[in-house]
């Protein structure tokens, strides 16, 4: 359903830093690095089809994140929800709501932990039960 993703960050080096080290977990790699006509850097991760990106407000304008907003990424296995989660903590990231663990869900069990970048944007790993 979608191609891409784009949030704003303030810090695009420290940007880099933490989505290089949690995206990782996933299995992306190295983002592409893309100047902007208006010269504003942005990072574009490209994984299984999909498309994460990190840009500098081309507006010039303070990049804030999006109120109820969240942004989930499918993982593996519980280990992996827990790896994506510890990563970020370690990256600058501040673990939100309840520890990673089971949940309930209203489309079935689901091992999950939220987290927000350093930019305030909101994570989730998500791995669904079979």
């Known amino acids: 359903m979608f191609n891409h993703i784009m949030i704003g960050s303030n810090d695009i080096e420290r940007s880099k830093r933490f989505y290089d080290a949690v995206l990782a977990t996933l299995g992306a790699g190295e983002p592409v690095r893309n100047k902007a006509a208006t010269g504003h850097t942005r990072l574009f991760y490209r994984h299984n089809g999909s498309t994460f990106c990190v840009t500098e407000p ?43 663990g089971m949940r ?27």
């Open 58 to 100: 081309i507006n010039g304008e303070t990049a804030t994140f999006a109120n109820g907003g969240t942004i989930g990424f499918k993982c593996n296995s519980p280990e992996q929800v827990k790896e994506f989660h510890d990563v970020a903590l370690a990256q600058g990231g501040t673990s939100i709501e309840e520890p990673p």
């Open 104 to 130: 309930d869900g209203s489309l079935g069990p689901m091992y999950l932990a939220y987290v927000r970048d350093p930019d305030g944007n909101k994570l989730c790993a998500i791995y669904r039960v079979k």
